[in-house]
């Protein structure tokens, strides 16, 4: 998306109820509904100095991602697969870590997930699994693969057939798969999610 159609969709979305005052926060800068595109681009900001740290600081890759609700950051991560010996700790999944354990959720509805960079497939299913709203990110994924991030490979590989992807997903079948998925379904007292 280009930056003029970004703001725009700022725009449009950042004041539903029109006339109405909002006010946000990025750290203890006070901003309110007339300056908008401001308020969005300071999260964004927030978000690109988080990878920019987390680059300087050697800890981990060039991503870093904010968690917004109600004009408020309430979650904050940078990629931290090297530091954390964990593949799935990309800056988006951080962020939504720290937002569920800040908020006590394990849902985020009503957040809006600002990233420095397009989410990987895994991280945009993450933001499905955690009911974000809507997210906004700056560099596109083609500036991520020139970087050596290149999981548009992913995104390819998940339209293709089973058979014809290069991890091979292989279905086994055995008698007692079912049975928690049973257990599950009859349980009076889960917890959905
Ligand atoms: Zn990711």
Redesign the pocket.
Known sequence: MAIGSFRRECVRSASPIGLQPQIHYVGRTRFSNVVEDSVQEAFMAEAIRLATESVTSGKGGPFGAVVVKDGHVVGRGTNGVTLHNDPTA????MAIRDACRRLGEYHLTGCHLYVSCM??P??LSACYWARIERVYYAARAEDAAAAGFD?VVIAEELGLPLASRRLPLLHVNVGDALAPLRLWREKDDKVPY
Request: some cysteine.
């Open positions: 990309h800056a988006e999944v989410p990987c895994m991280c999981d």
